[in-house]
T-cell receptor
Framework: GAVVSQHPSWVICKSGTSVKIECRSLDFQATTMFWYRQFPKQSLMLMATSNEGSKATYEQGVEKDKFLINHASLTLSTLTVTSAHPEDSSFYICSARDQGVSSYEQYFGPGTRLTVT | AQSVTQPDIHITVSEGASLELRCNYS??????LFWYVQSPGQGLQLLLKYFSGDTLVQGIKGFEAEFKRSQSSFNLRKPSVHWSDAAEYFC??????????????FGAGTRLAVHP
């Protein structure tokens, strides 16, 4: 149980285009989902917290107009990287909190590798 | 501000040898503490966590960790490493908060390689 999927697993796009990444909780309902960014050989940095049916809360320094987050249902959150540039190339990871379990238990997706050319 | 330090970027051990991965945190009080493992193509998996109580915590896959308040440490240990343990290991902390969530802050990670 407690599986989180991400789609796509990797994507290459051209500079200036937009890319959407999906995060799904497959066997539980998640009122809260989180988006992280991981640079090579570095740690995960929280980008934003997404709550179902409300606006996401962005961490300081994260451009909300560039990284659009939508959490339209209890099992799906999307991250759209708008007008992508090479510096947006990174590994994006989502996690979801099972609303039926401890507040601190997060289940992580496998990540999406974004390369902007 | 909270921070997590994992001093060892890369560790190599022989299969069957013991393992200790170090984690130190900076926080005004005792945070919630976690160890995650990340394998290629898979999401982060929770190995164990400490909220309160017994300072020696048992986790999955034969891992354990000990919380030492005096040293602000939460080191991960395993008595006998298996080749399948090769992965990236992350220590994380969260601020305790009643009834709600607070964000996880991750260390930089330690990459474990296992020699046959």
């Amino acid at each position: 149980g407690a599986v989180v999927s991400q789609h796509p697993s990797w994507v290459i796009c051209k500079s200036g285009t937009s890319v959407k990444i999906e995060c799904r909780s497959l066997d539980f309902q998640a009122t809260t989902m989180f988006w992280y960014r991981q640079f090579p050989k570095q740690s995960l940095m929280l980008m934003a917290t997404s709550n179902e049916g409300s606006k996401a809360t962005y961490e300081q320094g994260v451009e909300k107009d560039k990284f659009l987050i939508n959490h339209a249902s209890l099992t799906l959150s999307t991250l759209t990287v708008t007008s992508a540039h090479p510096e947006d190339s990174s590994f994006y990871i989502c996690s979801a909190r099972d609303q039926g379990v401890s507040s601190y238990e997060q289940y992580f997706g496998p990540g999406t590798r974004l390369t902007v050319t | 501000a909270q921070s997590v330090t994992q001093p060892d970027i890369h560790i190599t051990v022989s299969e069957g040898a013991s393992l200790e991965l170090r984690c130190n945190y900076s926080y005004g009080a005792t945070p919630y503490l976690f160890w995650y493992v990340q394998s290629p193509g898979q999401g982060l998996q929770l190995l164990l966590k400490y909220f309160s109580g017994d300072t020696l915590v048992q986790g999955i896959k034969g891992f354990e960790a000990e919380f030492k308040r005096s040293q602000s440490s939460f080191n991960l240990r395993k008595p006998s490493v298996h080749w399948s343990d090769a992965a990236e290991y992350f220590c994380a902390v969260a601020r305790p908060r009643s009834g709600g969530y607070n964000k996880l802050i991750f260390g930089a990670g330690t990459r474990l390689a296992v020699h046959p």
